[in-house]
């Protein structure tokens, strides 16, 4: 979902009472609606939402991979909160009768319908959008109500999360092409993921290969960066890491193969061999790591 979550949520809300209430309770579709509790105009059903906070069950930071040249923004979650009033307009004797008559079709139907959606795909498997009963005590819905010129009316209250706004901005993810790094009178120079040593006064140069990998969370289809994985080659230096996740691996032009090994306190320990005399060296070593027994896990 985009920007518009927020109205969609809305206009599910509105359909699934219009399929339980309409026509056995209500007669026609249009009243049932959107509105505030002092402008319902000729609506008997009105849905009012009187308040949107930010879901701190849900922290979701860090770029997304969206294709291997482009990263998203991350996505925002919230929970909306809903006031839902009848408004029956019956004969006097009869309107508090019909407003419960409706209310309770109303539970009915959230109950019946509590799934409306999903999250996105973004951050692996996604999590159900709810329609949840809101426990408010009497006096905070009194204080909810702060309509003066209309007398308080028996609400439901309910709550919908998490719902998802993904954010609209991305930026351009370039591999690394070129490594310089320097120490004392020795230049080391990395292109197209291939390098050279060039020392300083030397006649010649001696050529060597870089090899980069990148490990994947597998559940969530995410970069593991920083410390959440080791990654070593035996017999190699270890890796220049950077902020994105990558390892770069220099000075491994002396092998015919190496085997890349991943061990992490979350994730189950892997290997990977790789055949340099077939690698294509502008080429990313793509490993997924499968989550072990201390993997932080929510329910979703």
Known sequence: MG??????VGKELITILNR???PDVILHTGAIGLCSPNDHGDFSVGIYLYDISANTDIQKTGMINTTSREQRFPSTFWTLHYMITAYSSGDLKFRAEEDQRLLGKVVQALADNAVIGETSELYGKPMKTRIEVEFIEPYEKLRLWTFPNEPYRLSLF??????EIT????KPVTRVKDLRFFCGDESIVGGNMAGRREIAGADSASSYR???VLCIDKETGRPVTGSNARVYIEGVKPPV???DGYRVFLRVSDKESVTIHCQSGIYEPCEREIDLQEWDDS???EIELE???SYPRYEL
């Open 283 to 285: 080429e990313v070593v």
């Open 210 to 212: 870089s090899l980069v």
């Open 291 to 293: 989550p072990g027994e």
């Open 3 to 8: 920007f518009s979550s927020i109205s969609e």
């Open 158 to 163: 309910y709550r919908v999360q998490p719902v």
């Open 167 to 170: 954010s609209a901005k991305t």
């Open 241 to 243: 890491i950077k902020d």
């Open 20 to 22: 339980a209430l309409v």
